[in-house]
T-cell receptor
């Protein structure tokens, strides 16, 4: 089973709202990722958690706040977003080691009004 | 940021034709990955390559890890309409805690039934 689940599938929010994106995997993977993807572009890495600790932050604005409550869950808290933050947000996980391979979830389509 | 050179950028083919796409880099990678992405969905892993010279098949798909470790190709044989989508290559250097993927810009495939 190589399934990563994400909720919600779609999210529309105003610039003053606070919302959260959720990601879950039950493959025993020790690394989890958040990506942002604009139309017809490759995914852009935002954050990496390794063994539940934040290991990479790609200079993402503080209006995006990641959280890893346990090894299976990853959240992305959103606050005071801008319209240009509208995108497909992808979660991924990987097992680590020599053959580290990332598996992606279906994504959350975010629209900021 | 660093990107892979992926070509062609787009292809329009007839059902039943074979397809070939490739990625090249000026840097050496230890892992090459090929993903397919449908509109509004997350990337789905097609083939993962971990060893220089490795040739791997997955049904009608075949991919190779170049012997120089700086390139990879993906072939699709006897294309069908459901092959439509964007194909991304990604390389990973697996150095220490570096889990970052370097992405190509994608090959958009259209199949005429």
């Amino acid at each position: 089973d190589t399934e990563v689940t994400q909720t919600p599938k779609h999210l529309v929010m105003g610039m003053t709202n606070k919302k959260s994106l959720k990601c879950e995997q039950h493959m025993g993977h020790r690394a989890m990722y958040w990506y942002k993807q604009k139309a017809k572009k490759p995914p852009e890495l935002m954050f990496v958690y390794s063994y539940e600790k934040l290991s990479i932050n790609e200079s993402v604005p503080s209006r995006f706040s990641p959280e890893c409550p346990n090894s299976s869950l990853l959240n992305l808290h959103l606050h005071a977003l801008q319209p240009e933050d509208s995108a497909l947000y992808l979660c991924a996980s990987s097992q680590g080691g020599r053959t580290d391979t990332q598996y992606f979830g279906p994504g959350t389509r975010l629209t900021v009004l | 940021g660093q990107q892979l050179n992926q070509s062609p950028q787009s292809m329009f083919i007839q059902e039943g034709e074979d397809v070939s796409m490739n990625c090249t880099s000026s840097s050496i990678f230890n892992t090459w990955l090929w993903y397919k992405q449908d509109p509004g969905e997350g990337p789905v892993l097609l083939i993962a390559l971990y060893k220089a010279g490795e040739l791997t098949s997955n049904g009608r798909l075949t991919a190779q890890f170049g012997i120089t470790r700086k390139d990879s190709f993906l072939n699709i044989s006897a294309s069908i309409p459901s092959d439509v989508g964007i194909y991304f290559c990604a390389g990973q250097q697996n150095a220490g805690n570096n889990r970052k993927l370097i992405w190509g810009l994608g090959t958009s495939l259209a199949v005429n039934p």
